[in-house]
């Protein structure tokens, strides 16, 4: 046995939406091309994944890539087992968020400027000739709505300072 290993970290996730982890079986297509490949450190839903079904709590709660996602849908799109990775990834930020409430992301910053991580997602998939996906981030009026909402939460409360607007 893992040392550390706690098995019902699995159940928790599921609990948060994290339902379909169970189909997942650690094939890697869901990150084969994830834009957040680039970053210094990749968000890579497999290996958080991986973490989850071993029940090791302690690091999954000091991952910082679940916030890196740029919500492309990209990994659910090619996931060959329907197990949608990006829906285990928002599970996982709010397990994180549950687990130590004066837990604050780096990435949170990040998004609370821009709507997202990175600025990657729709140039990559003008690219490849897909259309585009209209997020928060392409949306100036959703946007400050998500700004509002975030206003009112203990991490903003505590932390308002690392918050600024573009």
């Known amino acids: 046995m893992i040392e550390g290993r706690d098995p019902k970290l699995m159940e928790e996730l599921i609990e948060l939406g994290g339902a379909d982890l169970v189909k997942c079986y650690q094939c890697g297509t869901c990150i084969a091309d994830c834009p957040t490949g680039f970053?210094?450190?990749?968000?890579?839903?497999?290996?958080?994944?991986?973490?989850?079904?071993?029940?090791l709590r302690e690091k999954l709660l000091e991952e910082e890539t679940p916030w890196m996602c740029v919500?492309?849908?990209?990994?659910?799109?090619r996931c060959p087992r329907e197990a949608e990775p990006f829906e285990i990834v928002l599970a996982i930020r709010r397990w994180q968020c549950k687990e130590?409430?004066?837990?604050?992301?780096?990435?949170?910053?990040?998004?609370?400027?821009?709507?997202?991580?990175?600025n990657v997602l729709n140039p990559m998939r003008k690219e490849l000739g897909l259309p585009e996906i209209v997020t928060v981030a392409n949306n100036r009026e959703a946007l400050q709505k998500f700004r509002e909402m975030l206003k009112e939460t203990n991490v903003y409360k505590r932390y308002s300072y690392i918050f600024r607007e573009e």
């Open 39 to 55: 970053a210094e450190t990749p968000l890579s839903a497999k290996r958080l994944i991986h973490l989850v079904k071993l029940g």
């Open 71 to 77: 919500t492309c849908g990209g990994c659910e799109e």
């Open 100 to 118: 130590d409430d004066t837990y604050v992301p780096l990435a949170l910053s990040e998004i609370f400027a821009r709507g997202h991580t990175q």
